[in-house]
């Protein structure tokens, strides 16, 4: 057994995300991989092969047996599946007081890129006139806006109503049919479906004279891996739930 | 009187354009300016001026009568006022043949970079799988789309007929409300309304593993001045009608 | 007398930024112009007015003078002038400590947007391998690259640095000549002087497979009266010196 | 045998570039592919294949010897094999003069959005007051600027000059050290070079009020295959040599 503090077992090393989070931990000096563990392999796995993280990328229908688990023996948990709602999320939360040394971090989004540029256009937002978000996806999408776009709306229309700024001004009287995008919380969302491109999203603000852009580009899933490094560096020393992994960045400006 | 060949008249000298178009005839080292017209002059008074040329800056009810005033007396005519509908066309073509020698530039757009935007947009676009415009401009803009978006989509449309070429590909299957912009001649047009803006189009062009970008700023009025001197000096060589900066711009590729 | 709490006296209303902020002043329901002080008028002319707050604009020669009057006064400053180096600082600073209730903000720079996009660049830094600065501004600008971009790229760096983060990734071996820009602690700076544009920065960061871009375009001097209202309105319940405006936004993340 | 009327060869079938060509020919619904040719195949086996064409995707060492041999069977060829010096193109003029009725296309750049950008910009370039190029790669590139930067400069600058535009105004004074770029024909090139990134250009024009921007993004190789594609459909109609792909694109605008 090596010296490495952090040894992880990787859940749903079979898929897309899974295969190249074995290769990221791999890689990745101060940690061990001690289980690539897929569909038929039984949790059990996890703690004869030593591991004191697991990252779950497997499906809605398994992940939360997996935390519970990881929770219940003293491992630390990073999150990448979806289907956490209320019912479970509040679950969690019954399991890890029962456990206060516990970590998990459920992170919707692991590249760091597209949550920086999240938080920052939801910091900028109630300081300028106007804001629209426009995303850019590649044209197999089939849902839009896109989700990354309705939730950075929603964060900056919530800060621009808290600061009780006023509704982004808009004198458009005729308008023509078949757009694509939204109006969400108060701000437009144009959702561009474009071949050749990956996923995209710039925000844009507006105050007379000035104009400030924030945008990110997501060009390969390689893009999550950092995320889930950083994720699997810091569980160790947050206890409890952490949702998102803003709460990992040091965004104190 | 001096030696400059091109001696011009501008017709709606106290206008917010015409003001520009005086200035920038002054300052052009071949031209002179030999009267700023404005509404309560005679026509009479630009030929006493000795113009070889007018730029018309009025409005729709006597750019007509200025244009004809023009030709019939020899004089070239650069014409930026709108409401030059298909009768008034005709009726101008119908003149111009009977004045053979004489040149009459109908500029809609006299921004160099704005036409030459739109050429290389429509040019562009038969080589790519997806075609999108997003126009930009300050939010008191009562229409949208723009009709320099509307005009530029409905000739990337064209050219996409023209050349067989399918429609951009799409499997958006949900959509939300309030989108600004529409769909023009199977191009999705995105209309955004930002304070601190101005005009700004942006056509994107995307294959397989690579995008195409072509954006025009406006920015100030004074981006105009360039394509009226341009039009002045070509006029006088290009007989009969033009319409179009771009018919005078050397854009065989 | 109004009832209005913020009694603004403008010093340097004479230039182009007093003058915008004279403008600003009056417009601004919650603040009132008591007085639009230029260089011919005596500094107890503020006092006669009822002033509670001063906006100086003026010369690196008056400002400190303007701003010790204030502070001896009871009167709050919102500063913009340069010249405000270590010394002057620190007389300043000497000052405020035997007028504890006083206010002053000193501000290099009032655009709302600018501002937060160094802080988010500074914050963003160091979680991505590669770091670079794009500014792109009117031919007449004497520098190269801006105070900016060199400003932001010192902050950039000195968060790399400290975070550990390894220098950008290059593997440039050949290079030609008369590049315009720098490398500034260790980010590249580059720099684009070209016709129409005022003042633009983009900073690019990059990781495999990301990237998050900030820009931020200033059109003209108007952008920055937002921040000086902001500034105005909140020195007086900010006791002591504080140095960028950036101290007086909510950048908490 | 199928009745495609294009049958095609690939030689370099085993390369990168080669074995996408493989699957973009076999894709497309009127070619067939009659060989996939490596190393170790004859040139004979062409013949026995019945190939109507040849891409030759190889090295500098066989491509003329190639080329050679597919001009004197009657075989159109389309290369991208680079090595193309003076010497060889003469020599290929030369066997080209005696088979009259034989097509080749040399095509330094497959991508079509960057042959378009590249001819865009040089047909732009002399109507602006200011040109600058921004080129952007991935970090493990060895040359600054790129050769398409380069390459694009150097067009832009011959228009410039020979419509007599005066230099790019630029009143920089001081400059710091360590920029990367240079300034080719006049035209100043930035080159940034950021992990994440491909290869990626942006042209910038400017004049008083306005901006041009004409940017290309390659993401991947497969952005080459339509402009393989468009050569292999074309170069049977195009007796002769032809350099340059932007020589079967419809540019008359």
Same mark, same amino acid.
């Given at each position: 057994m090596s010296n490495a503090e952090i040894r992880v077992a990787v859940l749903g090393a079979g898929g897309r995300m899974g295969s190249e989070a074995v290769e990221a931990?791999?890689?990745?000096?101060?940690?061990? &991989?001690?289980?690539?563990?897929?569909?038929?392999?039984? &949790?059990?796995?996890?703690?004869?092969?030593?591991?004191t993280?697991?990252?779950?990328l497997t499906v809605p229908d398994?992940?939360?047996?997996?935390?519970?688990?990881?929770?219940e023996h003293g491992?630390?948990?990073?999150?990448?599946?979806?289907?956490?709602?209320?019912?479970?999320?509040?679950?969690?939360?019954?399991?890890?007081?029962?456990?206060?040394?516990?970590?998990?971090?459920i992170a919707p989004n692991f590249a760091l890129g597209s949550v920086l540029a999240t938080a920052f256009a939801a910091k900028a937002a109630?300081?300028?006139e106007s804001a629209e978000v426009i995303e850019l996806h590649h044209p197999q999408k089939v849902d839009a806006p896109s989700g990354t776009a309705v939730r950075t709306a929603e964060l900056m229309g919530a800060a621009r109503e808290a600061a009780d700024v006023a509704p982004s001004p808009d004198a458009t009287e005729t308008a023509l049919e078949g757009a694509r995008g939204a109006e969400v919380a108060g701000i437009h969302v144009h959702?561009?479906?474009?071949?050749?491109?990956?996923?995209?999203?710039?925000?844009?603000?507006?105050s007379a004279g000035e104009q400030l852009s924030i945008r990110h580009d997501s060009f390969d899933r390689a893009s999550f891996m950092p995320g889930v490094l950083l994720g699997l560096r810091t569980?160790?020393?947050?206890?409890?739930?952490?949702?998102?992994l803003d709460g990992y960045l040091d965004l104190g400006l």
């Open positions: 931990v791999k890689n990745a000096p101060d940690m061990e &991989l001690v289980a690539a563990h897929g569909r038929s392999d039984t &949790l059990e796995e996890i703690l004869s092969a030593g591991a993280h697991i990252v779950d398994s992940t939360e047996a997996n935390v519970r688990f990881a929770v491992i630390y948990a990073v999150v990448g599946t979806t289907g956490w709602d209320a019912d479970r999320l509040e679950r969690l939360e019954q399991l890890l007081s029962e456990h206060p040394e516990s970590g998990v971090l109630q300081y300028f959702s561009v479906r474009l071949r050749g491109l990956v996923a995209h999203q710039e925000v844009l603000l507006g569980v160790g020393s947050r206890p409890g739930l952490t949702h998102g």
